[in-house]
């Protein structure tokens, strides 16, 4: 619908740590992306590239101190708030009618995520009694239900369980039906398949998008996965050193990566069919916060800047030429030393690099994609 607005947008979000060293680093550093109702939008990068703290900044889960959200906009139109409100301003009180309720979260880690001396019924039934007025019968009735809908066998006698009972695959199970028991609009699954084998791997990520079909629930899947994504995703943000380098449709990111970083994931991954004595690999890793290099990023690991600088003047300095406010005066960008802006390069697909085609014709906008791929169509229909 051409009036559609996104259920949750997160505009130029910046979140810092003290630093050993003294002062104050970026662990995300602008950080632009939305997700309209009942989409998928997976955010994709290493280790340390700030998706994590992004997923915990929606709920205001970062400790501050020591952390402090420098600047940014959270917005959120769920169903109780459908004009806007900003997640950053809540106060506590506010902020735990949203969490669990309006919004919720799977944790990378079920064993260390559920308490161990709680039984799983007292865990799930938690927030179900914080945030639904109902007696604790018709709790314990709602929670039963729940481990129902995630596929654990005799429910009942689950809910009195402790968690060091269950096997990695159910306390995963558990950890959605916690998350799912008061019916969220909005979900946060930051990899929600992390240690688990291949088989409960593909059942957990089969039950999750069952459930968002059953409940009409937007998702944002974090993971370093692109089989995951592929599978699951509608759209993709591509997260390096604190920033989003790469954002569009699954099919446009998938299709035509622009950015190198994004270019080196995918050639990392092993395809089916083809035989190679070894796969791609991007050198060196992704950098401590306080750590992180002058302009883009990305530059020291990049296979564009290292060739243009062996090809360039003596002082090795990498520079293009890109569009200014004015079509028609250019400036000279270094990759060393100034910071690549996210531009829609082409429609509907957004990259952070000087040598993306079109970046030099393009403006810096704040990504938005509604895009959500056909539900597949069942036998019954």
Avoid at 32 to 40: C, D, E, F, I, M
Avoid at 81 to 109: H, T, W, Y
Avoid at 197 to 215: C, G, M, N, P, Y
Wanted: proline share 8%.
């Amino acid at each position: 619908m051409p009036d559609e607005r996104p259920l949750l947008e997160i505009n130029d979000l910046a979140v810092s740590f003290p630093s050993p060293a003294g002062g104050r680093v970026g662990a995300v550093r602008g950080v632009s992306l939305s997700v309209y109702p009942k989409q998928t939008l997976a955010v994709v990068g290493e280790s340390g590239c700030g998706k994590s703290v992004t997923a915990l900044s929606v709920l205001q889960l970062i400790p501050t101190p020591p952390g402090k959200y420098e600047k940014g906009v959270i917005t959120w139109r769920g169903q109780q708030s459908p004009e806007g409100v900003d997640l950053l301003r809540l106060n506590d009180k506010q902020m735990r009618s949203v969490r669990g309720n309006q919004i919720a979260m799977i944790f990378q880690e079920p064993m260390t995520s559920l308490n161990p001396v709680y039984t799983v019924g007292e865990q799930v039934m938690e927030a179900v009694l914080l945030h639904q007025k109902v007696t604790r019968k018709q709790a314990q009735m709602i929670a039963e239900r729940a481990l129902a809908d995630v596929g654990i066998p005799d429910p009942a006698a689950r809910l009195k369980e402790y968690p060091h009972r269950l096997s990695g695959g159910m306390r995963q199970r558990v950890m959605i039906a916690m998350a799912l028991a008061c019916e969220p609009e909005l979900l946060l699954a930051d990899e929600p398949t992390t240690a688990l084998d291949v088989t409960i791997q593909a059942q957990i990520l089969e039950l999750l998008r069952s459930l968002q079909h059953k409940r009409n629930m937007a998702v944002i899947l974090i993971t370093h996965d692109l089989g995951v994504v592929a599978q699951n995703a509608d759209v993709v943000a591509v997260m390096y050193a604190g920033r989003v380098v790469e954002y569009g449709s699954v099919e446009t990111i998938f299709r035509g990566p622009m950015h190198p970083y994004t270019k080196g994931l995918f050639g990392s991954m092993p395809v089916l069919g083809s035989h190679r004595d070894r796969l791609a690999t991007i050198p060196g890793n992704v950098p401590h916060p306080s750590e992180f290099p002058t302009g883009c990023a990305f530059h020291p690991r990049c296979d564009l800047t290292r060739h243009k600088a062996e090809n360039a003047s003596p002082d090795k300095t990498v520079r293009i030429a890109v569009r200014n406010a004015n079509p028609d005066h250019r400036v000279m960008l270094d990759c060393t030393r100034d910071i690549p802006a996210l531009r829609e390069v082409k429609p509907g697909h957004w990259a952070a690099c000087v040598f993306a085609e079109g970046y030099a014709d393009a403006k810096p906008t704040t990504p938005d994609v509604a895009y959500r791929r056909p539900e597949p169509v069942t036998a019954d229909e």
